[in-house]
């Protein structure tokens, strides 16, 4: 596509649930980053894939949250039992090679109530 | 400390002025830096990246680099007041690695 697409744009959650967030990154990249963004701060690197495999998932904050891009090109971020802490923009990105820039997504508002 | 540091601002500057914004980073082998806009509720845009040390311009903007000192800033020349926003500093340590993020620098143009 033209560019990353993140869906949901927005999820309302309910403390305990489990939520999947979709990132389409543009097409031919093969380097995929998951970041999530709190009021007022930078982004919080999650996880980085290179192709279908996970090369760093050192930002992954615990065992609830969990991420997959199994045909390298689309990943789904996975929380499992969300908890309110995990409310946040959750930003996808994604560049064409190594040292490249990365190419944000619109990001996806979750909020867990 | 932390890998990527900023201040956090806000950087006040009238119309017209030339607006400094400043990053050091830790990791001594990083080897691409780039400097991303993002305004309120939006996801960052890159708007500069530096690879070698030195100057690099495009438009209004110049992006400095010195490995030495573990240092890049950006300029904004003739700063407008849309170019109010969060610049947010981010580095990659090279080959497969992670791109980190600075907490970003607000930055307001007063009219």
């Known amino acids: 596509g033209a560019g990353v697409s993140q869906t949901p744009s927005n999820k309302v959650t309910e403390k305990g649930k489990y939520v999947e967030l979709r990132c389409d990154p543009i097409s031919g990249h093969t380097a995929l980053y998951w970041y999530r963004q709190s009021l007022g701060q930078g982004p919080e690197f999650l996880i980085y894939f290179q192709g279908t495999g996970a090369a760093d998932d050192s930002g992954l904050p615990n065992d609830r949250f969990f991420a997959v891009r199994p045909e390298g090109s689309v990943s789904t971020l996975k929380i499992q039992r969300t908890e309110r802490g995990d409310s946040a923009v959750y930003l996808c990105?994604?560049?064409?090679?190594?040292?490249?820039?990365?190419?944000f997504g619109q990001g996806t508002r979750l909020t867990v109530v | 400390q932390k890998e990527v540091e900023q201040n956090s601002g806000p950087l006040s500057v009238p119309e017209g002025a030339i607006a400094s914004l400043n990053c050091t980073y830790s990791d001594r082998g990083s080897q691409s830096f780039f400097w991303y806009r993002q305004y309120s509720g939006k996801s960052p845009e890159l708007i500069m990246f530096i690879y070698s040390n030195g100057d690099k311009e495009d438009g209004r903007f110049t992006a400095q680099l010195n490995k030495a000192s573990q240092y890049v800033s950006l300029l904004i020349r003739d700063s407008q007041p849309s170019d109010s926003a969060t610049y947010l500093c981010?580095?990659?340590?090279?080959?497969?690695?992670?791109?980190?993020f600075g907490t970003g620098t607000k930055l307001q143009v007063i009219p």
């Open positions: 990105a994604s560049s064409g090679a190594q040292n490249t820039e990365a190419f």
């Open positions: 981010a580095v990659n340590s090279g080959g497969y690695q992670k791109v980190t």
